[in-house]
Protein backbone atom coordinates (compact mmCIF):
# COMPACT_ATOMS: atom_id res chain seq x y z
CA UNK A 1 0.00 0.00 0.00
CA UNK A 2 2.91 2.22 0.84
CA UNK A 3 3.93 1.57 -3.00
CA UNK A 4 0.61 2.71 -4.10
CA UNK A 5 0.84 5.68 -2.26
CA UNK A 6 4.15 6.89 -3.97
CA UNK A 7 2.71 5.67 -7.36
CA UNK A 8 -0.48 8.14 -7.24
CA UNK A 9 2.08 10.63 -5.58
CA UNK A 10 4.30 10.57 -8.90
CA UNK A 11 1.49 10.77 -11.04
CA UNK A 12 0.05 13.86 -9.59
CA UNK A 13 3.83 15.27 -9.26
CA UNK A 14 4.31 14.45 -13.34
CA UNK A 15 0.84 16.19 -13.69
CA UNK A 16 1.82 19.34 -11.95
CA UNK A 17 5.06 19.05 -14.01
CA UNK A 18 3.25 19.59 -17.07
CA UNK A 19 1.18 22.27 -15.56
CA UNK A 20 4.00 24.33 -14.69
CA UNK A 21 5.35 23.94 -18.30
CA UNK A 22 2.07 25.39 -19.39
CA UNK A 23 2.15 27.99 -16.75
CA UNK A 24 5.46 28.99 -17.85
CA UNK A 25 4.89 29.28 -21.41
CA UNK A 26 2.19 31.65 -20.40
CA UNK A 27 4.33 33.82 -18.97
CA UNK A 28 7.05 33.72 -21.34
CA UNK A 29 4.71 34.97 -23.84
CA UNK A 30 3.03 37.82 -21.86
CA UNK A 31 3.75 40.11 -24.37
CA UNK A 32 3.36 38.78 -27.57
CA UNK A 33 0.59 40.08 -29.75
CA UNK A 34 -2.35 37.55 -30.40
CA UNK A 35 -1.64 35.09 -28.00
CA UNK A 36 -4.11 33.04 -26.40
CA UNK A 37 -3.20 31.72 -22.79
CA UNK A 38 -3.74 27.72 -22.03
CA UNK A 39 -5.11 25.48 -19.26
CA UNK A 40 -4.70 21.88 -18.71
CA UNK A 41 -7.99 19.93 -17.85
CA UNK A 42 -7.62 16.99 -15.50
CA UNK A 43 -9.50 13.77 -15.05
CA UNK A 44 -9.00 11.27 -12.25
CA UNK A 45 -7.67 7.64 -13.93
CA UNK A 46 -8.88 4.45 -11.62
CA UNK A 47 -6.80 2.08 -12.37
CA UNK A 48 -8.07 -1.59 -9.81
CA UNK A 49 -4.61 -3.49 -9.51
CA UNK A 50 -4.07 -2.90 -5.89
CA UNK A 51 -4.61 -6.93 -4.83
CA UNK A 52 -4.33 -7.98 -0.85
CA UNK A 53 -6.64 -10.32 1.07
CA UNK A 54 -7.48 -7.81 3.76
CA UNK A 55 -9.33 -5.83 0.86
CA UNK A 56 -13.04 -6.45 1.04
CA UNK A 57 -13.42 -7.00 -2.82
CA UNK A 58 -10.25 -8.89 -4.87
CA UNK A 59 -9.21 -5.51 -7.05
CA UNK A 60 -8.97 -2.23 -5.07
CA UNK A 61 -9.46 0.81 -7.27
CA UNK A 62 -6.40 3.28 -7.31
CA UNK A 63 -7.24 6.97 -8.35
CA UNK A 64 -4.62 8.38 -10.33
CA UNK A 65 -4.50 11.75 -11.61
CA UNK A 66 -4.08 12.30 -15.17
CA UNK A 67 -3.35 15.23 -17.46
CA UNK A 68 -6.06 14.84 -20.12
CA UNK A 69 -6.37 17.92 -22.40
CA UNK A 70 -4.99 21.54 -22.96
CA UNK A 71 -7.72 23.89 -23.28
CA UNK A 72 -6.76 27.16 -25.57
CA UNK A 73 -8.51 30.12 -23.47
CA UNK A 74 -9.80 32.17 -26.64
CA UNK A 75 -10.58 35.02 -24.65
CA UNK A 76 -9.86 38.37 -26.24
CA UNK A 77 -6.67 40.84 -25.00
CA UNK A 78 -6.56 44.46 -25.11
CA UNK A 79 -7.18 46.31 -28.04
CA UNK A 80 -3.83 48.60 -28.68
CA UNK A 81 -3.72 51.40 -31.08
CA UNK A 82 -0.51 51.84 -33.23
CA UNK A 83 -1.32 53.94 -36.13
CA UNK A 84 0.77 51.46 -38.44
CA UNK A 85 -0.47 50.51 -41.53
CA UNK A 86 0.27 47.20 -41.27
CA UNK A 87 -0.74 46.17 -37.97
CA UNK A 88 -4.35 44.19 -37.93
CA UNK A 89 -6.21 42.89 -35.10
CA UNK A 90 -9.39 41.24 -35.16
CA UNK A 91 -12.30 42.01 -33.32
CA UNK A 92 -14.50 38.46 -33.20
CA UNK A 93 -13.54 34.78 -33.25
CA UNK A 94 -11.66 35.21 -36.61
CA UNK A 95 -8.08 34.11 -37.41
CA UNK A 96 -5.78 35.21 -40.19
CA UNK A 97 -4.68 32.62 -42.84
CA UNK A 98 -0.77 32.89 -43.50
CA UNK A 99 1.16 30.24 -45.39
CA UNK A 100 4.28 28.25 -43.91
CA UNK A 101 6.46 25.48 -45.09
CA UNK A 102 3.85 22.98 -43.86
CA UNK A 103 1.13 23.92 -45.18
CA UNK A 104 -1.83 26.66 -44.05
CA UNK A 105 -1.69 28.09 -40.16
CA UNK A 106 -3.77 30.32 -38.29
CA UNK A 107 -2.77 33.21 -36.16
CA UNK A 108 -4.38 36.33 -34.24
CA UNK A 109 -1.02 37.95 -34.73
CA UNK A 110 -1.86 41.16 -36.87
CA UNK A 111 1.81 42.84 -36.71
CA UNK A 112 2.78 42.51 -40.55
CA UNK A 113 4.66 43.90 -42.69
CA UNK A 114 5.91 44.16 -46.19
CA UNK A 115 8.82 41.47 -47.59
CA UNK A 116 11.80 42.50 -49.60
CA UNK A 117 9.74 41.05 -52.75
CA UNK A 118 6.89 43.12 -51.87
CA UNK A 119 4.66 40.18 -50.23
CA UNK A 120 2.23 40.78 -46.87
CA UNK A 121 3.71 38.38 -44.42
CA UNK A 122 3.59 38.11 -40.66
CA UNK A 123 7.13 38.37 -38.30
CA UNK A 124 8.08 35.05 -39.48
CA UNK A 125 8.55 35.87 -43.08
CA UNK A 126 5.18 33.80 -43.92
CA UNK A 127 3.14 34.99 -46.58
CA UNK A 128 -0.53 36.21 -45.23
CA UNK A 129 -3.37 34.85 -47.33
CA UNK A 130 -5.65 36.73 -48.96
CA UNK A 131 -8.65 35.10 -51.08
CA UNK A 132 -6.61 35.02 -54.08
CA UNK A 133 -3.66 34.10 -52.47
CA UNK A 134 -0.60 35.44 -50.97
CA UNK A 135 -1.37 39.44 -50.98
CA UNK A 136 1.47 41.22 -53.55
CA UNK A 137 2.66 44.87 -53.91
CA UNK A 138 4.90 46.80 -55.89
CA UNK A 139 7.36 49.60 -55.46
CA UNK A 140 5.64 52.13 -56.12
CA UNK A 141 2.62 52.06 -54.00
CA UNK A 142 1.72 53.25 -51.00
CA UNK A 143 -1.25 54.35 -48.66
CA UNK A 144 -1.73 50.98 -47.43
CA UNK A 145 -5.76 50.68 -46.43
CA UNK A 146 -7.76 47.31 -44.72
CA UNK A 147 -11.40 47.87 -44.51
CA UNK A 148 -13.38 46.31 -41.93
CA UNK A 149 -14.04 43.12 -44.09
CA UNK A 150 -10.32 42.93 -44.94
CA UNK A 151 -10.91 44.15 -48.03
CA UNK A 152 -7.17 45.60 -49.10
CA UNK A 153 -5.98 48.45 -51.00
CA UNK A 154 -2.93 50.80 -52.04
CA UNK A 155 -2.27 54.09 -53.80
CA UNK A 156 -2.84 51.77 -57.15
CA UNK A 157 -6.02 50.72 -56.37
CA UNK A 158 -8.15 47.23 -54.94
CA UNK A 159 -5.56 44.77 -54.24
CA UNK A 160 -7.71 41.39 -52.29
CA UNK A 161 -9.08 40.72 -49.05
CA UNK A 162 -7.68 39.29 -46.43
CA UNK A 163 -8.75 35.88 -45.61
CA UNK A 164 -9.87 35.62 -42.40
CA UNK A 165 -11.51 32.05 -41.16
CA UNK A 166 -13.39 31.56 -38.19
CA UNK A 167 -13.55 27.41 -36.56
CA UNK A 168 -17.45 25.40 -35.51
CA UNK A 169 -14.94 24.46 -32.23
CA UNK A 170 -11.23 26.07 -31.39
CA UNK A 171 -10.35 23.79 -29.02
CA UNK A 172 -9.97 21.31 -32.22
CA UNK A 173 -6.82 23.68 -33.06
CA UNK A 174 -3.42 22.55 -32.16
CA UNK A 175 -1.28 24.94 -31.02
CA UNK A 176 2.46 25.12 -33.18
CA UNK A 177 5.58 27.52 -32.48
CA UNK A 178 5.45 30.75 -33.86
CA UNK A 179 2.17 32.05 -32.48
CA UNK A 180 0.71 29.74 -34.91
CA UNK A 181 -2.46 26.61 -34.92
CA UNK A 182 -2.63 24.43 -37.39
CA UNK A 183 -5.93 21.83 -37.93
CA UNK A 184 -9.17 22.14 -37.52
CA UNK A 185 -11.93 23.08 -40.23
CA UNK A 186 -11.63 26.59 -41.36
CA UNK A 187 -15.08 28.45 -43.02
CA UNK A 188 -15.42 32.33 -44.49
CA UNK A 189 -15.53 34.74 -40.99
CA UNK A 190 -18.94 35.86 -40.50
CA UNK A 191 -18.26 37.55 -36.75
CA UNK A 192 -14.85 38.97 -37.39
CA UNK A 193 -14.10 42.50 -38.33
CA UNK A 194 -10.35 43.58 -38.91
CA UNK A 195 -9.50 46.64 -37.27
CA UNK A 196 -6.31 48.66 -39.13
CA UNK A 197 -4.18 50.10 -36.91
CA UNK A 198 -4.51 48.32 -34.17
CA UNK A 199 -3.01 44.90 -32.46
CA UNK A 200 -4.68 42.67 -29.70
CA UNK A 201 -2.42 42.16 -26.89
CA UNK A 202 -1.75 38.78 -25.17
CA UNK A 203 -5.02 37.77 -22.93
CA UNK A 204 -2.11 36.33 -20.04
CA UNK A 205 -3.35 37.91 -17.23
CA UNK A 206 0.60 37.97 -15.47
CA UNK A 207 -0.89 38.02 -12.03
CA UNK A 208 -3.06 35.29 -11.97
CA UNK A 209 -0.28 33.50 -13.66
CA UNK A 210 2.14 34.12 -11.26
CA UNK A 211 -0.15 33.31 -8.57
CA UNK A 212 -0.53 29.97 -10.54
CA UNK A 213 2.68 29.55 -10.47
CA UNK A 214 3.31 29.57 -6.65
CA UNK A 215 0.32 27.07 -5.98
CA UNK A 216 1.57 24.73 -8.36
CA UNK A 217 5.54 25.45 -6.29
CA UNK A 218 4.02 25.07 -3.63
CA UNK A 219 1.59 21.46 -4.38
CA UNK A 220 4.83 19.86 -5.77
CA UNK A 221 7.01 20.39 -2.75
CA UNK A 222 3.98 19.13 -0.78
CA UNK A 223 3.45 16.41 -2.76
CA UNK A 224 7.42 15.46 -2.09
CA UNK A 225 7.90 15.79 1.11
CA UNK A 226 4.86 13.27 1.49
CA UNK A 227 6.70 11.05 -0.82
CA UNK A 228 9.45 11.06 1.25
CA UNK A 229 7.59 10.60 4.42
CA UNK A 230 6.07 7.09 2.98
CA UNK A 231 9.96 6.34 1.65
CA UNK A 232 10.53 6.42 5.38
CA UNK A 233 7.81 4.53 6.21
CA UNK A 234 8.84 1.76 3.79
CA UNK A 235 12.30 1.82 4.86
CA UNK A 236 11.18 1.68 9.08
CA UNK A 237 9.26 -1.36 8.13
CA UNK A 238 11.72 -3.23 5.96
CA UNK A 239 13.87 -2.89 9.01
CA UNK A 240 11.49 -3.94 11.35
CA UNK A 241 10.56 -7.18 9.55
CA UNK A 242 14.16 -7.77 9.27
CA UNK A 243 14.83 -7.57 12.93
CA UNK A 244 11.40 -9.57 13.74
CA UNK A 245 13.14 -12.32 11.69
CA UNK A 246 16.43 -12.16 12.73
Known sequence: MIGNAQLISLSRQIALQRQMDVVANNMANINTTG???????????????ARDQDFPTINQPLSYVQDWATMHDMSGGAMVQTGNELDVALNGDGF??????????????????????????????????????????????????????????????????????????????????????????????????????????????????????????RS??????LTQKQDELRRSAIQRLGDANA
Open 35 to 49: FKAENLLFEEYIMPV
Open 96 to 217: FAVQTGGGERWTKSGSFQISNSGTLVDLNGNPVLGEGGPIQFGPEESGIEIAADGSVSSSTGPKDRLRLVEFANVQDLTREGSNLYAGGTPVAATNTSAMQGFVERSNVSGVSEMAEMIRVT
Open 220 to 225: YESIAS
